[in-house]
């Protein structure tokens, strides 16, 4: 856990909060229409954790998360932005992990030509999409762990 924690006034924890309960409402409610309309057809639970795998796939690699949060805490970054801002990331890994994201539509490298020419990489509209959506549940996360708290 990082520390400190981050310390939040009560109003905005609690706001926090119930922005985190709509958006497990939001969920159970797209689960219960998911749920109908598989038990329809060919489609099984054993159908529905594979596609949940498959959607699912990028976050589970080493670096993918840190980066990812990286982009979008942080905004653009340049390739060695990015290396001092993850500290023990291997040049060779963040190439590999970079061109991974880029090809999973989640990142883009914008080339601004020069001279010099400069190489840039940020989010795209998928992955800030993506980004929005984690960000209720690692606020979740993060107030179970206890990184984050009220007065």
Known sequence: MPEPPLTLPEDVLSDVVG???KTIDNGTHIRNVLAEHSSKGPWST???VEAAVEALHVFGSRWTIELLSTLYIAGPRRFNQLKNLLAGI???TLSDK???LVEE???IRQVDEGPPVRVKYLLSEHGITCGRLLSPLV???K???GSLKTK
């Open 139 to 141: 606020a979740h996360l």
């Open 46 to 48: 054993d159908w529905e």
């Open 19 to 21: 922005h985190i309960e």
């Open 105 to 107: 539509g989640l990142v």
């Open 98 to 100: 970079l061109r991974f």
């Open 143 to 145: 107030i179970c762990n």
């Open 90 to 92: 291997s040049s060779r």
